[in-house]
Structure formats: structure tokens, C-alpha cells
Nanobody, 124 residues
Framework: QVQLVESGGGLVQAGGSLRLSCAAS????????MGWFRQAPGKEREFVAA????????YYADSVKGRFTISKDIAKSTVYLHMNSLKPEDTAVYSC?????????????????WGQGTQVTVSS
């Protein structure tokens, strides 16, 4: 089992930047593909970005492509979400997730472990 703890959320003005971190503990971090998801008030949780376990290939939702970057530091057992050019519609609780598999995927039900989430609020 792996435990995931997110950090780095907060309040930022539109056009600003934030970096979210997701620290993993427990089983070997390099065994997992990782993803970021978000849930805005009154909406369903949606895919944001994912990174594959061995190749490091990344995947993004169309809504964040070109603005967000997912990366990982295996030595620190941490995955990051770098968010630039933030918009009010990016306001949500952001959660990271881990799946026992090689490919980072968009489907939430393919992930085995979830963090508690961190709030991101973008003011206009």
C-alpha cells in the first residue's frame, strides 16, 4: 500500500502560478504510474494530468494542456503539478493518485490509491 499527501495549494490571482506536490510513502514509488485529478464545487472529479511509470510519458486534459506540467522526482518519491497561467475555472480540490501499472491513464477507476487533496483557489 502507498500513502499520498498533497501540498502546495492556496489562493492565487488569475494569471499566477502554483506548484503542487504529492509525496508518496509506503511501497516503492517507482512501481506506480501517477495522476492528478481535480473536483470543483458542484462538479464531478475530472482528470488533469498523468505520468507513466517507466517512460515518463505525460498526458494532459485539453483544458490544461500548455499551462500545466506534471513531473516526478523518484529520489524524493514525489510527483509535482506545475500550474501556470491559472484561471478562475481552475479552482478546485486537486488530488493525486497512484496506479499499479505502467501507463498513466485518464480513467479514475484505474487508480488504486488516492490522497486527500489540496485546495486551489484562483481569483479573478
Amino acid at each position: 500500500q502507498v500513502q499520498l499527501v498533497e501540498s502546495g495549494g492556496g489562493l492565487v490571482q488569475a494569471g499566477g502560478s502554483l506548484r503542487l506536490s504529492c509525496a508518496a510513502s509506503g511501497r516503492t514509488f517507482s512501481n506506480y504510474a501517477m495522476g492528478w485529478f481535480r473536483q470543483a464545487p458542484g462538479k464531478e472529479r475530472e482528470f488533469v494530468a498523468a505520468i507513466s511509470r517507466s517512460t515518463g510519458i505525460t498526458y494532459y486534459a485539453d483544458s490544461v494542456k500548455g499551462r500545466f506540467t506534471i513531473s516526478k522526482d523518484i529520489a524524493k518519491s514525489t510527483v509535482y503539478l506545475h500550474m501556470n497561467s491559472l484561471k478562475p475555472e481552475d479552482t478546485a480540490v486537486y488530488s493525486c493518485a497512484a496506479r499499479v501499472g505502467n501507463i498513466g491513464v485518464r480513467q479514475q477507476n484505474q487508480y488504486d490509491y488516492w490522497g486527500q487533496g489540496t485546495q486551489v483557489t484562483v481569483s479573478s
